[in-house]
């Protein structure tokens, strides 16, 4: 960690200050990055607006409150990694990464565009704050394991936090990877899963069922905390009470409505990858006003 007196500290310290909001205040900017997620994948057309909505708390609260980063410095050594393992959910990452100060916020209209920064799976090579490059599903958690590890060898205490989907889940990777950390004590990792209950094709109970699914993580030695993936007072808990726990790695079951926020869209599997139109968004902007 920087010295008191060191400057990198001072900022990361102010940066991270004007962003830690009160309950109330993220209150606001979750309603606030859903509006951005409706008018993005509108605009342009395409995207997944489901997925991107279900996990507006989980994000909000990563990013203003729970989690240390700077803007300034993207690439700080000691800042806390959040990597989004579901990546068609980027539409969520980049209104959250905008509002944080990383890029300009009237950059958001441009998701999925041609030389655009923001494209429809999150790239860590054009994008100012994104921790990996996503596509193929069940490989965040693999990644994250690797990112924790590192801390570990290097000394650091950053914490590391990966965001999955219920339906990723079907992907036999992410239950290798749970077999790894558990075995490696990897305790500053925390696994999110968005459990929205539904995928593209479906509810997954008819699709791969994951039941019992919180004993399924404590079989493979996971630490288990389930919440309403909405209430953002249980989240924060969930993550401050993640840090007291040694030796173990920590996954949030996060019970969230797919869609939530918009009515024509909550538990809906059509909208999974299906952008508003011009008469939804007009709708959906005026439910979210």
């Known amino acids: 960690m920087p010295k008191s007196g ?3 500290k001072t900022r990361v310290d102010a940066a991270i200050g004007s962003k830690s909001m009160l309950v109330a205040e993220m209150t606001v900017m979750a309603k606030k990055l859903r509006r951005h997620i409706i008018m993005m994948t509108g605009k342009a057309g395409s995207g997944h607006p489901g997925g991107s909505l279900s996990a507006v708390e989980i994000v909000a609260a990563l990013y203003f409150r729970v989690m240390r980063h700077n803007p300034e410095n993207p690439a700080w050594p000691e800042r806390d990694r959040f990597i989004l ?9 980049y209104a959250a990464l905008a509002e944080s100060g990383y890029f300009p916020v009237e950059e958001l209209t441009t998701l999925r565009q041609l030389s655009s920064r923001l494209q429809g799976h999150a790239c860590c090579t054009t994008t100012p704050g994104v921790e990996m490059s996503a596509g193929s599903l069940g490989q965040g958690l693999s990644f994250g394991i690797g990112v924790a590890l590192a801390g570990r060898l290097n000394s650091q205490e950053y914490r590391v936090h990966v965001l999955l ?3 990723e889940c079907d992907e036999g990777q992410v239950w290798e ?3 790894a950390a558990a ?3 990897v305790d500053n990792l925390v696994a ?14 008819d699709v791969m069922n994951l039941a019992p699914f919180n004993k399924k993580w404590q079989a493979f030695g996971w630490n288990v905390i389930e919440v309403d993936g909405h209430d953002l007072n249980q989240i924060i808990d969930a993550f401050e009470h993640a840090k007291s726990i040694k030796a173990q790695p920590t996954v949030i079951i996060a019970h969230t409505i797919k869609g ?3 009515s024509f869209m909550e538990n809906n599997p059509a909208f999974h ?3 508003p139109t011009a008469a939804e968004v007009e709708i959906a902007l005026k439910e979210l006003a």
């Open 273 to 275: 990858g299906k952008a």
């Open 260 to 262: 939530k926020g918009v």
């Open 165 to 167: 989907g219920d339906g």
């Open 192 to 205: 999110i899963v968005d459990n929205n209950g539904l995928q593209i094709d479906g509810w997954n109970r």
């Open 6 to 8: 060191d400057s990198s």
């Open 85 to 93: 393992s579901k990546g068609h959910a980027a539409p969520l990452l």
């Open 183 to 185: 075995h490696f004590k």
């Open 177 to 179: 990877a749970a077999m």
